[in-house]
């Protein structure tokens, strides 16, 4: 069992940044691969990014490549999110994931949530 809490998330203006993390329970850490998604009030939770257990690999949903970067210290059983240049339409409640599988981009890849944080964009 695995318990997820995120935090960082808050109001910024447009143009912004912020980074989001999300600390992991157990000593297992490294051992799951790592994601974030998020969730616009009316729509359906979306795949944000993800990282591969060792972090030797990233992937990025199309909207956040070049503006969002992922990445965890197993160290210290934690992902992040570092979040720069935001847009309203960024504004979401945030979730990290981890699995017991191999990486992805959907939902149901990944077997362990956290309650996730609201980030708030302005315009």
């Known amino acids: 069992q695995v318990q997820l809490v995120e935090s960082g998330g808050g109001l910024v203006q447009a143009g912004g940044s912020l980074r989001l993390s999300c600390a992991a329970s157990?000593?297992?850490?490294?051992?799951?691969?790592m994601a974030w998604f998020r969730q616009a009030p009316g729509k359906e939770r979306e795949f944000v990014a993800a990282i591969r257990r060792s972090g030797s690999s990233t992937a990025y949903a199309a909207s956040v490549k070049g503006r969002f970067t992922i990445s965890r210290d197993n160290a210290k059983n934690t992902v992040y999110l570092q979040m720069n240049i935001l847009k309203p339409e960024d504004t979401a409640v945030y979730y990290c994931?981890?699995?017991?599988?191999?990486?992805?981009?959907?939902?149901?890849?990944?077997?362990?949530w956290g309650q996730g944080t609201q980030v708030t964009v302005s315009s």
């Open positions: 157990g000593r297992t850490f490294s051992s799951y691969p």
């Open positions: 994931a981890a699995g017991l599988r191999d990486w992805g981009t959907t939902m149901s890849q990944y077997d362990y």
